[in-house]
């Protein structure tokens, strides 16, 4: 009587997926290879253009393992570049073939820059049904795609009268803390100036990137007349 004699395929190796490092240097992670039946080796690194290495792998090569085997991805240094950037890592098997992954640096993020005046002038008050009121707000538009902040600050001491905010509101005359996923658009809105001397008064907003450190400073007068 025949007997049938199956001989299992070879597991096919995993490579590590989705390695990601942060645009700065000295950014690790970790992936993962798998190989249960074949030693292997990194032979190549394709730079795509870069003109330096931007990253560091270790291991470069194992025995076969039925294990994950963990790699480290570190990075050398920061991108210079306003776009992601990637680079294939090529592996050679011990039966001689070859397979390919792709390791990602992210972008550079773009400072912070402003959009519709960094000096601006409000009127002392806005009259309405008779009643003094607080002038209406501005704003500006903020573009970039890093985390910043907003302070406001009076120039002749405590701000009681600043108050700025992000999407209308609450508006508030201490520090603003807005992401870069929130609203995009800064708000100003002074206090109606109730100076005894009918003095002209004057502040000042900075801005600050989170990423980059970039400062903006957007100065803001008011007088005392009717708006």
Request: glycine share 8%; hydrophobic share 25%; no cysteine.
């Amino acid at each position: 009587k025949p007997i049938t004699v199956t001989q299992n395929q070879k597991t096919a190796p995993t490579l590590p997926s989705n390695v990601t490092l942060g645009y700065r240097s000295g950014v690790s992670t970790t992936g993962y290879l798998t190989s249960v039946a074949d030693s292997w080796e990194v032979i190549d690194i394709n730079w795509q253009g870069a003109t330096s290495e931007w990253f560091t792998l270790s291991p470069k090569n194992a025995a076969a393992n039925s294990s994950r085997q963990p790699i480290s991805f570190t990075t050398t240094e920061e991108n210079p570049n306003y776009s992601s950037r990637e680079a294939t890592v090529t592996v050679r098997f011990g039966s001689d073939y070859t397979k390919t992954f792709t390791v990602k640096q992210n972008k550079k993020p773009t400072p912070i820059s402003v959009s519709g005046g960094t000096g601006l002038t409000f009127a002392g008050y806005n009259s309405l049904f008779g009643n003094s009121i607080n002038p209406s707000s501005k704003s500006v538009t903020i573009s970039g795609d890093e985390e910043w902040t907003a302070t406001a600050t009076s120039d002749s001491g405590k701000n009681d009268w600043l108050y700025i905010a992000d999407n209308w509101g609450p508006f508030d005359n201490s520090s603003t803390t807005i992401s870069s996923t929130s609203s995009r658009t800064l708000y100003i809105k002074p206090q109606k100036n109730t100076d005894r001397n009918a003095k002209t008064r004057t502040g000042k907003i900075t801005l600050t990137g989170q990423e980059t450190g970039t400062k903006i400073t957007i100065t803001v007068t008011q007088g005392t007349n009717k708006e």
